[in-house]
T-cell receptor
Framework: NAGVTQTPKFQVLKTGQSMTLQCAQDMNHEYMSWYRQDPGMGLRLIHYSVGAGITDQGEVPNGYNVSRSTTEDFPLRLLSAAPSQTSVYFCASSTLDPNTEAFFGQGTRLTVV | GESVGLHLPTLSVQEGDNSIINCAYS??????FIWYKQESGKGPQFIIDIRSNMDKRQGQRVTVLLNKTVKHLSLQIAATQPGDSAVYFC???????????FGKGTMLLVSP
């Protein structure tokens, strides 16, 4: 079982470059989300989606765009990378049942120089 | 990875000891709580959960206690092993759509 798959695992960008972090899940989960993890800050929610065609902002959405064209995929786009976006990014998925755990990918470590 | 552990509270125990990791949550309306374990270089992994209508739940070697009066959650790990060394996060659900809010985490270090 693949679960939640994130690509790439590592990425170095120059300031101002754009890129897309990919996330795919094979569990038919309606709910998907992106978090960033910084030292001492825990995981902070960037964007989330409750189904194809529906997205919403989390705690720290600025500088990031998302779309949800299929149930399986939830890409995160950085249009113009900044050093403040250096972080580890995690994608997660779950059912819409609020009393159920989220499943996480292995993370993407992004460095913006 | 290792950078996740910087500035985190750290609990150091000996192998075989019982460990207790604590978490204060923020919203009295939260009704679902989860403990996650994150090993170096990996994503968070589910350990155990508890709903607000319970005050204790047990798993294999782990117990979660919930005190709603003081908004406190704890994770007890029995007979701690070196493989338990990781960062542990509590998370709470404050909405109806599995939007989890995470605590800052505690690093558990287990010495052989």
């Amino acid at each position: 079982n693949a679960g939640v798959t994130q690509t790439p695992k590592f990425q170095v960008l120059k300031t101002g470059q754009s890129m897309t972090l990919q996330c795919a899940q094979d569990m038919n989960h309606e709910y998907m989300s992106w978090y960033r993890q910084d030292p001492g800050m825990g995981l902070r929610l960037i964007h989330y989606s409750v189904g194809a065609g529906i997205t919403d902002q989390g705690e720290v959405p600025n500088g990031y765009n998302v779309s949800r064209s299929t149930t399986e995929d939830f890409p995160l786009r950085l249009l113009s990378a900044a050093p403040s976006q250096t972080s580890v990014y995690f994608c997660a998925s779950s059912t819409l049942d609020p009393n159920t755990e989220a499943f996480f990918g292995q993370g993407t470590r992004l460095t913006v120089v | 990875g290792e950078s996740v552990g910087l500035h985190l509270p750290t609990l150091s125990v000996q192998e075989g000891d019982n460990s207790i990791i604590n978490c204060a949550y923020s919203n009295s309306a939260s009704d679902y709580f989860i403990w996650y374990k994150q090993e170096s270089g990996k994503g968070p992994q589910f350990i155990i959960d508890i709903r607000s209508n319970m005050d204790k739940r047990q798993g294999q070697r782990v117990t979660v206690l919930l005190n709603k009066t003081v908004k406190h959650l704890s994770l007890q790990i029995a007979a701690t092993q070196p493989g338990d060394s990781a960062v542990y996060f509590c998370a709470e659900n404050m909405s109806g759509y599995s939007t989890l809010t995470f605590g800052k985490g505690t690093m558990l270090l287990v010495s052989p």
